[in-house]
């Protein structure tokens, strides 16, 4: 132990905890996600004790926070949830499906008021309907629960009146508080008598009753106090009888509450007053004050530091360490930080790309450790490109968490039962995607649930399972991430969307592909309602999420199978900020198509290309006729050679469709960053955005689902 | 310089009681639950350790008997901070071999006032 005392101990009073509310809020913010999550994952039937645990532990930790920092209405709250959950984890209840209703409208409060705190503003909640009702189901197992007078706590020694008392007490229905009083030792027992006769000679007081069967333990000698006194009255008033520090206060341990401050029972023969506590000692406890120091522990404690220091394998061992620090190692930055270091990446990518042009032409022999300089920066370029870009990435946990609640809720209301499956939670997405993407996916689900997944007894005569089952499924594909929302429900019936393509006077042949067919949901105020459902009122817009998905640099696919279900994928690039693209040459101008988009190229006859139709041409591949998109006319590209094209088709695919676009050269695959040409210059149809290339001039980066739509036309 | 182990899973207390006993001069190492706290606490030589009760992994008091198992944590004070005060719950840290106990919440003060009490 430390041979100087802690001088500075005493300059800590002004500490300012409003500096630890930020970190309260977002942890508060966590706990409740995860809370809400578990609560949602709970099989109420045969609800595990680990799961209980958990849940109450979420709790328990907000309540902990709020109290320190002073938020009494967050407290309160989940105080009345810990209790509640507290009884479920001892199963003193069980939990049925009202108490989780309960619990997670109470988190949904926990979250107003905690937005409140954090100046969003709002009303003030009201709790008490959510605090009636958690104290009802509380009550509800009261019988079951009735806590036992608290045993005394057994001491080592009889003359160690080990401590102690906290204020902040229970309180009687009448309003009174419920304190035990605790006396001793007394050196006369009569003492205690004399005090119960006092208490209860005055009018008005409260009540008093010994909880210890009127024997002392540990010469201690407990009552149970209900009054209306303050703690201060109530000691001037025993203090007729007996001495202050033969007194101590503490409430009624029957019932758990927050504590607020407590007594220290000071040793026996020098008793020690402590005016303000809320901690105690155990007596003969290893460090304890006032335990006699104990040389040979100390001793042997130093001899056993060096012996463990010398075997520091123990602690490696354990996997789960490294997340733990982790956790601790981790630090917060704004977003405009990042933001500002992807930008400068990217000139970073643009300025690598321009030396590696440069000196591609430069003889390798003579200028040998200028060109391995060149690679080294190359390669150093990209794995900055990727740390750089992975500060961004968020795992689609964030998104998912969002949705059992969701589904839950939804399902309820409508009377079906659904079952959300995810996968792949842990896949990474930038950060502005994941928020972009939210609402398309939240829109999905949604639909799934409301029009793919059947009522119970309908999947039950369809000889499916009752419960419904959705998927949500994301992966990494290449330089995508692909999110899937998959239904077990109705599907899409390929009939009736054809005829009532045909009703809005919409071109549906009957030799449309099933991906164009269930392309036709997409088309702007297609309502599907008595397409596809017999539900009426629905309003879903789906143009709405494709157009969204659209603007993301995303795509959409669907598949479906009538009667067995329904799959939308939504492919997105992993970022938006720096893609693959292939760049093409035609004539003296320079595109990018998006890596991602592009199927393959070849090389055409002459007679390859046929006209069709006056205006629309096609080439021929492999037995199959595929539109043809020369982007020399559709760009108006001058052209000053004159000499024909050399006829190199690129294939694209977009939107479950695919064109040819005819160009001069294939320029090579490169990393772009992506500049918006909106917010530069203006839109341009066809043109999704810009790059600058290695030589400094400009290339736009072509818009491949508009040139998909283009040739549809 | 004292050394003090201070083990919460919750990020803002630790942080409150870390800046707290900084401030206060003391040195402090964090742990983030019982089990995290018994590895930090076998790589250093501690004065005090307060730790949480309610924690994932190890809580308090599974904390205090592993380290009280352990010759180099014998003598050692070891507060347990909790929001709850029942007599269980503190014959449940004698038991384990805990120094004491202090009730959450507490400010910043009490803590310091309690921990000059037994660092000495």
Redesign the interface.
Same mark, same amino acid.
């Given at each position: 132990m430390g041979e100087m005392s802690t001088e500075g101990a005493n300059a800590s009073a002004g500490i300012d905890l409003s500096q630890f509310y930020q970190v309260f809020f977002e942890e508060a913010g966590e706990n409740l996600d995860r809370m809400e999550q578990q609560l949602l994952a709970i099989d109420v039937a045969a609800a595990d004790d680990e799961e209980l645990n958990a849940i109450f532990r979420c709790a328990h930790s907000i309540k902990g926070g709020a109290a320190t920092f002073g938020f009494a209405d967050v407290a309160e709250l989940t105080h009345q949830m810990e209790t509640l959950l507290d009884k479920l984890r001892r199963h003193e209840l069980e939990p049925t499906p009202a108490m989780v209703d309960v619990l997670l409208a109470s988190g949904d409060a926990l979250r107003s008021q905690l937005g409140r705190h954090q100046g969003a503003g709002g009303e003030v909640i009201d709790t008490t309907d959510l605090l009636v009702n958690i104290r009802a189901f509380v009550a509800g197992g009261s019988a079951v629960a009735a806590a036992a007078p608290s045993p005394a706590p057994a001491a080592s020694t009889a003359a160690a009146p080990a401590m102690a008392v906290e204020a902040d007490v229970p309180v009687a229905l009448n309003g009174d508080r419920i304190l035990e009083l605790v006396l001793g030792p007394l050196d006369r027992p009569e003492l205690a008598v004399s005090i119960v006769e006092l208490f209860k000679e005055i009018e008005g007081l409260g009540s008093i009753e010994a909880i210890d069967g009127g024997m002392p333990q540990d010469g201690l000698r407990r009552f149970k106090l209900t009054t209306s006194s303050s703690d201060a009255d109530l000691l001037d008033l025993f203090g007729f009888h007996v001495a202050r520090e033969q007194v101590a206060l503490r409430p009624f341990a029957g019932e758990r509450v927050a504590p607020g401050y407590g007594f220290h029972a000071g040793a026996p023969g020098s008793p020690i007053t402590e005016e303000d506590k809320g901690y105690g000692f155990f007596d003969e406890a290893p460090g304890a004050p006032g335990s006699p120091p104990d040389a040979s522990a100390v001793a042997t404690a130093n001899a056993a530091a060096a012996a463990l220091t010398a075997k520091p394998a123990a602690a490696k061992a354990d996997a789960k360490a490294p997340a733990a620090t982790l956790e601790a190692a981790s630090i917060r930055v704004s977003v405009e930080k990042v933001d500002q270091l992807i930008n400068l990446m990217g000139e970073l990518v643009i300025t690598q790309a321009m030396l590696a042009q440069n000196s591609a032409s430069l003889d390798p022999v003579l200028y040998q450790s200028l060109v391995s300089g060149l690679t080294a920066l190359d390669r150093n370029t990209r794995d900055l490109q990727e740390a750089v870009m992975s500060i961004r990435m968020i795992p689609m946990q964030t998104v998912f968490s969002r949705f059992p609640r969701m589904l839950r809720d939804l399902a309820s209301k409508l009377g079906k039962k659904v079952e959300l499956v995810t996968v792949g939670e842990a896949t990474e997405l930038d950060k502005s995607l994941v928020e972009k993407i939210t609402d398309p996916l939240t829109h999905l689900v949604r639909n799934s649930c409301d029009h793919g997944i059947e009522l119970p007894a309908e999947r039950l005569a369809k000889g499916k399972s009752e419960v419904g089952t959705i998927t949500l499924a994301a992966s990494h594909q290449g330089g995508s991430i692909v999110i899937e929302v998959k239904d077990d429900g109705k599907g899409l019936s390929r009939e009736k969307l054809i005829k009532k393509a045909r009703e809005r006077g919409l071109s549906a042949p009957d030799t449309m592909s099933d991906a164009e067919v269930w392309g036709l949901i997409f088309e702007p105020g297609f309502s599907t309602a008595e397409v596809v459902t017999d539900v009426s009122g629905r309003g879903v817009g789906m143009d709405v999420v494709k157009k969204n998905i659209t603007a993301l640099g995303g795509t959409v696919e669907i598949d479906s199978a009538e009667g067995y279900g329904m799959r939308v994928a939504v492919r997105l690039p992993l970022t938006l900020a720096i893609m693959d693209g292939m760049s093409v040459g035609v004539g003296e101008e320079v595109y990018i198509l998006p890596l991602s988009s592009v199927v393959e190229s070849f090389q055409i006859g002459e007679d390859s290309v046929k006209t069709i139709g006056g205006n629309g041409r096609v080439v021929e591949v492999r037995d199959e006729y595929m539109p043809v998109l020369e982007l020399e006319r559709l760009f108006s590209v001058p052209r000053f050679d004159l000499g024909r094209s050399s006829g190199i088709m690129v294939v694209i695919e977009a939107e479950g469709g695919r064109v040819a676009l005819m160009v001069d050269e294939l320029l090579g695959q490169q990393q772009v960053v992506v500049k918006n040409l909106e917010a530069n210059y203006r839109k341009v149809q066809d043109i999704s955005g810009a790059t600058i290339m290695g030589d400094g001039r400009v290339a736009l980066i072509l818009d491949v689902g508009s040139l998909v739509r283009r040739s549809r036309h | 310089m004292?050394s003090i182990l201070a083990v919460d @899973?919750?990020?803002? &207390?630790r942080?409150?009681v870390s800046?707290?006993l900084k401030?206060? #001069?003391?040195k402090v190492t $964090?742990?983030? @639950?019982g089990? %995290?706290a018994f590895?930090?606490a076998? &790589? #250093?030589?501690f004065? !005090?350790v307060l730790t @949480?009760q309610? &924690? /994932?992994?190890l809580d308090g008091i599974g904390l205090t008997k592993k380290l009280?198992e352990? /010759?180099?944590?014998?003598? +050692? /004070?070891? !507060?347990i901070l909790t929001? $709850?005060?029942? %007599?269980?719950m503190?014959?449940a #840290?004698?038991a384990a071999?805990? +120094?004491?106990? &202090?009730?959450?919440?507490?400010d /910043?003060?009490? !803590? !310091? $006032?309690?921990?000059?009490?037994?660092?000495?």
């Open positions: - | 004292h @899973d919750s990020a803002s &207390m942080q409150m800046f707290t401030s206060a #001069g003391y $964090e742990a983030v @639950d089990k %995290d590895d930090k076998s &790589m #250093g030589a004065d !005090l @949480d309610n &924690m /994932p992994n009280r352990h /010759p180099q944590f014998k003598a +050692t /004070p070891i !507060l929001t $709850e005060s029942s %007599d269980q503190k014959q #840290g004698r071999g805990a +120094t004491g106990w &202090m009730v959450k919440p507490f /910043p003060a009490k !803590l !310091l $006032e309690v921990i000059k009490k037994v660092i000495r």
